[in-house]
């Protein structure tokens, strides 16, 4: 349950409570043993107690002996019996004084609303009393004491004016709730139906007749002649039809006032009232007035009293069969609380029977430490008179229980918080969930935790990794190449003749050996490079230098090559090439190997280096006139390792590791490569470089 | 013609590099450890020092910052002899107080102009 649907109830609760404080009628209830359950401050002032508290708890017999045998303690025991809400009024002998009592049965007990109406009766039957005349006054008051049909009370009160004034002929008009039309108010005892019914439906106003103006002014008028009087004028032929010629008509009136009919006396001969006939319509009008007040303000009250028990029927409903706990403790002095009821739920859900709550003080039923806790919010929701809420752990029976608390106080007309009214939201198995949320979250932290130390560690080895891959570079260069050094320097010397003269096949030989040791070199130099991008260790250089002469230094490195094979070199630069920002040496790299590559792979014609600007890029493109590459090969061609089939059934000297390394080396450079190529007709690789330029 | 001091522990790279330096004329002080090396440039006042990186037990970097700690050696060039720079071996080489460096395998045909271009920047 949400906590604003929990919050409504306990102000509804609240609510329904302090109007039961605040109704003037008293209002008790009554458990099946006769025993006060509940007193509202008005019951507790007419029952003549300080404090509703002194009752609560009593037994009603005990407290007031002198009622039983009393005509309201048959009508409490019969409406126990027969559960069925009985009404009584009926005047106390002990106390000298009237009451009226409304019972309402239940399967608890009684719930009893009643009202002193002493001043009432008495007012009744001083009237009654002045009018010392009518002989059927003892008659009336037990009907209007014992609440009549308003019919039967208006009846009896015509006849007894006919009673007492020969010849009358009595009837009461009422008003109809629009204040306009009129109709009958009770059958009359002496007029025809036929005459009385005419009226209905009729109009009030200033000349409608003895009653009709009566009702519209307010005041008695008195008509002696019918036949005569302009008043009588639209309805003067009915009342002559039926042999009416005097009228006199007296309105009634509420207690506050407000016109409810007319009380008229009719003659069949001309005639003027006397003192006591006017004083006696008078009278007549009176008791119907309160008759007719009274069959009013039991409807009223009927009304407000099936609303109340609408509103307790279904708050008894919701106590029953919600899912909250719900319980109601009577605040009887500071600090001592006393259970008043629980509902269902709050057995259910503790485990402790109703029997070990019922009567028992907090003190009694809470343990410490909650109960420090609980007092103080009580005290709390007592002090600020406001709804107090809290959270809860307690062991109860039936374990432990965590719950969302509310208390609201519920005060007297007084501003006295008499009761408490509390609500248990059952929030465990939500905390319980929480706690699994929290544990797993916490396994979840621990998880990541522990999966980011593996990580840093496997960047810790990584890292070390790296550096025994730089170590192995070095060393590996290192180891490579020194046998290398001395073998070409001896090669080189010994060519050379420094070291004497050799004759032409040992040239010839000793030029084989150093050619095979300076492929070899190579290699090893591929090899290197290649790992050392790998491996991030590729250093790149950069500065300003120009392009052109890079290129006439690479072409003069690979000059001797293409001699050898008959092919012509050449160089062309657009305008605007000429001093880039770049690593020169490998820039010079990167055009050796495609220079040399060009060469390898073409019989007859030409190389061409040509060098533009694009977009602020240099790009140089290595033209061959070769063997070209097919199509389907193109995307193998920068993998390392690969040489492509040459179709004449030899692989071309090489590392195959020359494109791969070109490729990376452009990147690095911040450039990339791609080639064009028809087979058969050529190749021509092109590598565009940022210029860096001279302002970067 | 100048003296030299070449620290090399390669038996067969020390005996190249003298022999080409000696065919020139100049006159080579060889030193097979970096120690042995510091010892030589004490006693043998060289006009110039070709240092290989790559030594065992003390490297050529803390030779040659050894070496620039005696004032008699302060304008005595030093030139690495490496095979393969890595990264940062460059910087490495210049901040341990060498004037440049010479890459392995050296070549016979070039190996003496080059020696002799460092020298004469001094």
Redesign the interface.
């Known amino acids: 349950m949400s906590e604003e649907s929990r919050r409504t109830e306990a102000e509804d609760s609240s609510f329904l409570r302090s109007i039961i404080e605040r109704v003037s009628d008293g209002f008790v209830a009554l458990d099946r043993d006769w025993k006060y359950a509940y007193v509202n401050q008005k019951a507790a002032e007419l029952l003549q107690r300080k404090r509703p508290e002194d009752l609560l708890g009593k037994h009603i017999w005990t407290e007031f002996p002198d009622g039983v045998g009393q005509p309201f303690y048959h009508a409490y025991h019969r409406a126990m019996e027969t559960q069925q809400p009985v009404v009584i009024e009926e005047h106390y002998d002990p106390w000298d004084r009237w009451f009226e009592n409304r019972i309402f049965p239940s399967e608890q007990g009684l719930t009893i609303y009643f009202t002193e109406i002493t001043d009432r009766k008495r007012a009744e039957l001083t009237i009654l009393n002045n009018a010392t005349l009518l002989d059927k006054e003892n008659r009336l008051l037990s009907m209007l004491a014992r609440g009549a049909p308003l019919e039967e009370v208006l009846v009896t009160v015509m006849q007894t004016v006919e009673s007492q004034s020969s010849g009358t002929l009595c009837s009461v008009l009422v008003l109809e709730e629009d204040g306009v039309r009129i109709r009958a108010g009770a059958p009359s005892p002496s007029l025809p139906e036929d005459f009385t019914r005419a009226f209905d439906g009729a109009a009030i106003g200033p000349r409608e007749g003895s009653c009709g103006t009566a009702m519209y002014t307010g005041k008695q008028v008195i008509v002696t002649d019918v036949q005569s009087d302009p008043l009588w004028e639209n309805y003067r032929g009915i009342a002559l039809s039926f042999g009416l010629r005097a009228c006199w008509s007296n309105p009634i009136l509420s207690r506050e006032g407000k016109v409810l009919g007319s009380f008229a006396m009719y003659y069949r001969e001309v005639r003027t009232p006397t003192a006591f006939e006017k004083r006696l319509i008078e009278l007549a009008a009176q008791v119907a007035g309160i008759a007719i007040d009274r069959k009013k303000e039991s409807e009223t009250r009927k009304k407000a009293e099936n609303l109340l028990l609408e509103r307790e029927r279904s708050l008894s409903s919701v106590y029953a069969t919600v899912g909250d706990i719900l319980f109601h403790v009577a605040v009887e002095g500071p600090g001592i609380y006393r259970w008043i009821s629980v509902n269902p739920a709050f057995v259910i859900v503790t485990g402790i029977p109703e029997a070990l709550v019922l009567g028992k003080t907090v003190d009694e039923v809470i343990p410490e430490p909650s109960l420090s806790m609980v007092k103080a919010k009580y005290q709390e929701a007592i002090d600020t008179g406001r709804i107090v809420q809290w959270e809860e752990t307690s062991n109860y029976p039936a374990g432990r229980l965590i719950g969302e608390v509310s208390i609201a106080p519920v005060m007297s007309a007084d501003g006295v918080c008499t009761h408490l009214v509390g609500a248990v939201h059952d929030i465990t198995r939500h905390k319980q969930l929480e706690e699994d949320l929290r544990r797993l979250n916490a396994e979840l932290e621990e998880r990541v935790r522990i999966r980011t130390d593996e990580l840093a560690e496997a960047a810790d080895r990584a890292k070390h990794a790296d550096r025994l891959k ?1 170590a192995f ?2 060393t590996m ?2 180891e490579l ?6 073998i ?3 090669t ?2 010994l060519l ?1 003749g ?2 004497g003269d050799l004759n032409a096949e040992q040239k010839k030989q000793l030029a084989m050996a150093r050619d095979s040791a300076r492929h070899l ?1 190579d290699l090893i ?1 591929d090899v ?1 490079d290649l790992s ?1 991008i790998e491996a ?4 790149i ?1 950069r500065a300003p230098f120009d392009m052109r002469l890079a290129v006439e230094a690479a072409l003069s490195l690979a000059g001797p090559l293409a001699a050898k094979k008959g092919l012509a070199l050449n160089a062309s630069f657009s305008a605007g090439v000429g001093i880039v920002v770049s690593d020169r040496r490998r820039v010079e790299q990167i055009l050796i190997n495609l220079v040399n590559n060009a060469i390898k792979f073409t019989v007859r014609g030409h190389v061409d280096v040509e060098c533009s600007l694009s977009d602020g890029n240099l790009v140089a493109t290595v033209r061959d006139t070769g063997i070209g590459i097919q199509e389907d090969k193109l995307p193998l061609l920068f993998k390392p390792f690969q040489q492509i089939e040459s179709g004449l059934g030899r692989r071309h000297e090489g590392t195959g590791l020359g494109l791969s390394i070109c490729k990376q080396l452009v990147q690095l450079l911040g450039g990339h490569m791609e080639v064009k190529s028809k087979f058969g007709e050529g190749s021509a690789f092109s590598f565009c470089l940022p210029c860096g330029s001279t302002h970067g | 013609m100048a003296r030299i001091l070449i620290i090399e522990d390669n038996e067969q790279n020390l005996y190249l590099v003298t022999f080409i330096l000696e065919k020139s004329g100049h006159t080579v002080i060889p030193a097979r450890t970096g120690e042995e090396g510091i010892k030589a440039a004490q006693t043998a006042n060289p006009d110039m020092v070709l240092l290989d990186v790559q030594l065992p037990g003390m490297d050529g970097y803390a030779v040659a910052r050894k070496l620039k700690e005696h004032p008699a050696m302060a304008d005595v060039p030093i030139v690495a002899v490496t095979s393969y720079a890595m990264v940062g071996d460059r910087e490495r080489v210049m901040d341990a107080g060498c004037i440049g460096y010479l890459e392995k395998p050296i070549n016979p045909e070039t190996f003496m102009g080059e020696v002799l271009q460092f020298l004469r920047q001094e």
């Not at chain 1, 991030?536 to 250093?539: F, H, S, Y």
């Open positions: 730089s570079l070095a260069s290192h190449r020194t046998p290398l050094n001395s070409l320097g001896f080189g010397v050379q420094l070291a070199l130099n290197l050392r991030g260790q590729m250093e250089v």
